[in-house]
């Protein structure tokens, strides 16, 4: 019988927990993704537009005050440089082009910050594809910037109305979407969440910004990070970042989750830290939710972290240690959202800013010569109305 | 053993040339008084099957109107085991399905099945569960008690039916459309050949669900299948009144007898 193959459980956690009318579409998907990756032409066309339409490579910056600060070398990989503010890109690129592969002109995303969305409008515009975003009406406010951009690409934003209005409820709205219109939509799930095979592919895609960071820390430190530091809501830009490092057991890798309003306030995003296995949006993994089963909905002052779930390869890193996740709060993420601004002039989104935050709290606790390696995920245009709306960053 | 309730009903139904009416509920709405009133009122309208929904929180395979349903039994603190006590309470005579999407299901413990038993349940299918995503959750779901339906979809190639239908027992839940659940104007066209392919696939009994809301939708079901699954129309109805819903499943089972 169809058993799901090893590579998409991560340990316990992975699967395909959807219904079946899916099935035969993530198994198409399943194919073309390994023919693609086989094939020389699609990758020579991937690397071509993450070299001269996204900007690729990203630089990999030094942060000399913020250095200071932490009393170590911190390095910071630039995903906010690529076209369009955010890593979110160069998912969005290698799935248009397996879409564009599998003849589906028409195209779904899910979004919370809208980095997604933006980044999978942008690519349907290129490739001349239909684009239909899903975004929570509590994320389309909060990120109102990133709803013009969406829609001046020429994507259709549905507003989601059910439950908490955040990235959860557009998730689940995307996917009923494409239980109703499978033959002709695929489904752009914007990380490392979702049914097999997509936390394989997302991560396949975004694993470019861990081969970029690895070379260059080699040729500009002259070694290997000590620690990798990334934020983490459904896990991609973390996964992606991980993969360059996960088989040099010296490197320290850790992700960042939102706290929220803290870890025991109930109201907070981290699934790995205070979360318990279960399945949602087609996956088992590490879950808010209550003893009956029932998803708890998550909190988090930036949007593309607020959602209670997270990727399944996460959680088997997590259990096997060699990740380690802690979780950091909406204002000390505000915090770091000013520091980076004021002491590098690097203005990072709010879901980047966590890792930030992570990073300056733990001043003293790496070496000298003992560099960290931080990715930058996306930049702070999108978030400076919210900001400000706070009263905050004028201080 | 004797044979489960489930294999019973459709010999007897099969001896009589009738075709399985399977109704859906969603436990606890729209509270719980009413959720056991509905199950007793459907059962003596003409239902053979009642399928008692878990509400979920995240229902992605369904429509609006049993989303607002799982919502407002949820609000209302339904659980795996209320929905139990709630069965156990209203002593239908007709087999009793759990319908669940997994989450619940494991949260309920690695016991839950046989506790559904206890409680008077015949059946169990879970909605995203498909045949071959986690052989040994689907090996403790097919060696329980408890009939293991299994859901076939339009989109499911000829072979891998086969391989559904010989995972499952009672009957194979066949979805006629594409899309989550919700009530329909028209059955979709390609149903008659669906239902043939699978019917080549299988020897278990063939119901049809997803979209079925009016007597004529079940009479046309009636000539190819071996019953038909009401659920959004039902639940709406439900949302209204008890005798509404009464009405309905009346309705239905009229059309679903006249063409025979
Ligand atoms: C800039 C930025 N960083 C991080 C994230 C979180 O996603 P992930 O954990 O998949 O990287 C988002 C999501 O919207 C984002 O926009």
Redesign the interface.
Known sequence: MTTLAHRDRFGIFGGRYVPETLIPALDELDEALDAALRDPAFTAEFDDLLRNYVGRPSPLSTAPHFSTRVAAPVYLKREDLNHTGAHKINNTIGQALLARRMGKRRIIAETGAGQHGVATATICARFGLECVVYMGEEDMRRQELNVFRMRLMGAKVVPVLSGTRTLKDATTEAIRDWVTTVNSSHYIIGSVVGPAPYPRMVKEFQSVIGREARAQMLERAGRLPRTVVACVGGGSNAMGIFTGFVDDPDVELVGVEAAGEGLDSGRHSASLARGTPGVLHGAYSYLLQDAAGQVHPAHSISAGLDYPGVGPEHSNLKDSGRATYVAVSDAEALAGFQLLSRCEGIVPALETAHAIAWVDNQAGRWAADEPVLICISGRGDKDVAQVSALGVAGA | MTPNPITRRFADLRARNRRALVCYLTAGHPDEDRSIELLRGVAAAGADIIEVGIP???P??D?PVI?ASSQQA?AQGM??DRALALIAKAGVTVPVIIFS????????GPDALKRAAAAGASGVLV?????????PREAWLGDSRLAFI????????SD?MA??AH?GSGFVYL?SR???TGARAELPPELPDTVARLRAATTLPICVGFGIARPEHAASVARVADGVVVGSALVEAAGRSVDDAIAFTSGIRHGLDATL
């Open positions: 979920f929180s995240d992605l395979a429509g989303q949820l659980t795996f999407y997994l989450n619940p299901l494991l949260a309920a909605t995203d569960l498909p045949v071959g995503a986690d052989p299994r859901l076939v979809a339009p989109t499911t190639p891998r391989e559904i995972h979805i594409l899309g989550v």
